[in-house]
């Protein structure tokens, strides 16, 4: 695979389906949002603004998918996020849906 094409993949990915790479980064271990954008960025070398990581992280609390508590650590605060058993839900029944589509999209092609 091209380069140029697995970046802008990668990169289309990360801004259309954040939400579904924030809940796979919490649920792989509770963590804050400052490192969840160095992860980000680290991982799939997107830069993430904060202005679309908090308003993301928000929403998915909102939504009831994460739970988040204040933590001190060194004498800051932090907000660490954790799945709950609805983000877990979510998450798998994305994971469902996609197989699904990749599966069908093979037998069409055969």
Known sequence: MSET?????????????????LLRIVQAQPTWGYKI???????FNVKLRHGALYP???????????????????GRAR?????????KTYLQTYYSVLQGQLESRNIKSN
């Open 5 to 21: 094409y697995k970046k802008e993949i990668v990169q289309h990915i990360i801004r259309n389906l954040l939400d579904i790479q």
């Open 37 to 43: 954008k160095k992860q980000v960025e680290a991982d």
């Open 79 to 87: 907000k660490v996020y954790t799945i709950t058993e609805n983000g």
């Open 56 to 74: 993301a992280l928000n929403s998915l609390e909102q939504k009831g998918f994460l739970e988040s508590k204040k933590q001190k650590k060194d």
